[in-house]
Structures are given as structure tokens and as C-alpha cells.
């Protein structure tokens, strides 16, 4: 038995804790109150996004939560009457007011407590009431911000989260910052109001493209019918098209091999193109001539074959010089050199002739 002491108050002591962590968590969670607390009724005209177990507050301090939300009937009208637990520590004025404000921009609520009027030296009662006259209901964002969305358009993203967070701030009770919201906003309307012109002529040179366009209707009429018409032109010859699109593949695929083919061969042509404009080049002066001369001996050549097909060339005559051994030398120590007769024709002087 006295070993098994330790591991049993062990597990009591656990099972307290986990106890009593899970009930702080669920109060948590819930919104549950501590210790004594007094029950109050308050009516509003609108409780949208309140809900049992959200928190009521006075001056920002949690003091209690919202019990119940109920709709009852006075004068001939329909209200929300909403239960409220408060901790009896906090003593509420007959003349309190309730106010249902945003708790953050998720949309949650809260009840905000606060002094009226005429509430001094007197105490509301348990079970009491706070009437319509002292109620305030939230404001519906959704309303608001879509009033703003013109607004929202045309600023920046900075100046409408700006813009938010003070609207918000105001919401949550902080009346300082309702200056500053108002000066902000006097702020951008002016930037707003500065931009009229250019906004101005933004609007009158689109005015003036839709009348152009307006007055070319009838040519745009007809290109988007062309060109209706030629999309449905290619859409009909998409066959064909594609046939071709593989021939030209194909063309392209032979091509290919072609030059490479061909690439040797055409290398060699242009190097050997280049010897020979290099030979030209160096052999200017006999090219030169042979271009002046080459009309005449074309004339020459061509009356010579008007009779035929076919041309006669003749020797007309030749001639030489002939240097013996030991002939007499000049004055330069070379050889003399003697004219030998050449039988060709009878011609004097190693020469031979054509009568």
C-alpha cells in the first residue's frame, strides 16, 4: 500500500490540473464571468453579429458577457432585448447607456457600458432595464464601406487601409481620432478634386475615340465581317494547309541536305574564283589590251568565216637569227650574230612572205 501512495496522489494532482486548465480554457473561450454576477436586461433596435457569450466592457475593461439575445415587443415594435451578466462589484447608474461596438474587423461585437445623464447617486437594479431611449446599435460596415467604394476606387491601397483603420478606430470608441479622420478625408477628396482636370480630359478624348469609332461604323462593320470571312476561309482550308505545312517541311528537310551536300564543292568554286580575280588583278595591263583589241579581231575573225563554218590559216613568213660558234664578238664581248637565209618563200633576210 505504501508504494502505491506516490503514483495515486501523483494522478490526483493531475487530474486536478488538467481539471482545472480545461475549465480556465472553457471560460476562456466562452466568455465565462468569475465570481458573483448580476443579471440586467438592455433593448436595442439591432443586434446584428452579437452573440450570446461576447464581452461587455466599460472603458475597455472586461466586466461581464452577454447571456442571452431575445426579441420582445413594446409599443406596438419588435427589439432585440439583450441579457447581460455583469460582476456585482461593478455598480451600473440608472442612467447607464449601452452601446454595441465593433470588437475588430472580423466582425465581432462587444457591449460597451457607459454614464448617462441624470445617473448620479442612484444605482440600476438587479433585473433592471435599460431602455431603447439608451441603446445604440452597431453600425453596419457593409453599408458603410459600400457607400465608400467610389471613394475606394480611387485611392491607393495605403490610403484605404489608413482610411479603414481610423473609421475602425472611431468605431471602437476613440472620439480623438474622428479630427483626423475628417482631415483625412478632406485630404484625399482635395487630391480628388485637384485630378478634375485631367479626369476632364481623360473623359473628352474618350468621348472623342467613341465618336470617331461611332462614326466609322459601317467600315468596321465590314472589316469584322472580312475578317470573319477569312477565318472561316482558313478555317475550311486547314486540310490543305496542313498538307502544306508538311511539305514544306519536307522542302526544307531536302534543302538541308542539299547544302550540305553541295557546301564542299561550293567552298572550292569560291576559293579557286578568288586565285583567279588575284591573277587578273596582278595581269591587269595584258587583260586592259586584250579587252581593247578583242572587238577588232572578233570583227577580223568574223567576216573571215561568212563563207562557211570553217576558217584557212597560211604561214606568211618567219624569221630568225642563227649564231655559229667562233663568230667574231662586239664591243660588249658578245658573239656577232649572222643572218641565215631560211628557204621559205625566196625571202631575203631569213624572212618569208605571203604575195
Not at 440608472?94 to 447617486?121: F, H, K, P
Not at 495605403?158 to 473609421?167: F, H, I, K, P
Amino acid at each position: 500500500m505504501r508504494g502505491l501512495a506516490a503514483p495515486i496522489v501523483k494522478l490526483v494532482v493531475f487530474a486536478l490540473v488538467t481539471i482545472l486548465a480545461s475549465y480556465v480554457l472553457i471560460a476562456t473561450i466562452t466568455n465565462a464571468g468569475y465570481g458573483k454576477q448580476t443579471a440586467y436586461r438592455a433593448q436595442f433596435s439591432d443586434v446584428a453579429g452579437l452573440v450570446t457569450g461576447d464581452e461587455v466592457r466599460i472603458a475597455g475593461v472586461r466586466v461581464g458577457q452577454v447571456s442571452s439575445i431575445e426579441l420582445a415587443t413594446t409599443g406596438g415594435r419588435t427589439i432585440a432585448e439583450v441579457g447581460l451578466e455583469v460582476s456585482s462589484e461593478v455598480r451600473l447608474p440608472s442612467g447607464v447607456q449601452a452601446l454595441i461596438r465593433y470588437r475588430n474587423l472580423v466582425g465581432q461585437r462587444y457591449v460597451a457600458l457607459t454614464e448617462g445623464d441624470g445617473s448620479a447617486g442612484r444605482a440600476l437594479p438587479a433585473d433592471g432595464v435599460i431602455p431603447l431611449a439608451s441603446t445604440k446599435p452597431a453600425l453596419d460596415l457593409t453599408t458603410l464601406f459600400g457607400g465608400f467604394q467610389p471613394l475606394f476606387q480611387a485611392l491607393s491601397p495605403d490610403d484605404v487601409n489608413r482610411l479603414s483603420y481610423e473609421v475602425i478606430q472611431v468605431f471602437q470608441g476613440e472620439g480623438g481620432t474622428v479630427q483626423s479622420l475628417l482631415g483625412h478625408v478632406a485630404s484625399l477628396t482635395s487630391s480628388l478634386a485637384d485630378k478634375d482636370a485631367v479626369i476632364g480630359s481623360v473623359i473628352d478624348n474618350l468621348n472623342s475615340v467613341v465618336g470617331t469609332v461611332a462614326a466609322r461604323d459601317q467600315q468596321l462593320s465590314d472589316l469584322v465581317v472580312s475578317l470573319q470571312q477569312f477565318v472561316t476561309g482558313l478555317s475550311a482550308d486547314r486540310d490543305a494547309i496542313f498538307d502544306s505545312l508538311q511539305t514544306i517541311d519536307g522542302l526544307a528537310v531536302a534543302t538541308t541536305d542539299l547544302l550540305t551536300q553541295a557546301r564542299p564543292p561550293l567552298a572550292a568554286d569560291i576559293q579557286a574564283l578568288g586565285d583567279l580575280s588575284t591573277n587578273l588583278a596582278d595581269s591587269g595591263d595584258v587583260l586592259e589590251g586584250f579587252l581593247q583589241l578583242a572587238p577588232t579581231k572578233i570583227d577580223l575573225i568574223t567576216r573571215t568565216a561568212i563563207n562557211g563554218s570553217w576558217f584557212n590559216f597560211y604561214l606568211c613568213s618567219a624569221s630568225g637569227v642563227v649564231t655559229l660558234p667562233g663568230a667574231p664578238l662586239d664591243a660588249a664581248g658578245l658573239p656577232i650574230p649572222d643572218a641565215v637565209q631560211l628557204p621559205a618563200g625566196g625571202a631575203a633576210n631569213g624572212s618569208a612572205g605571203c604575195s
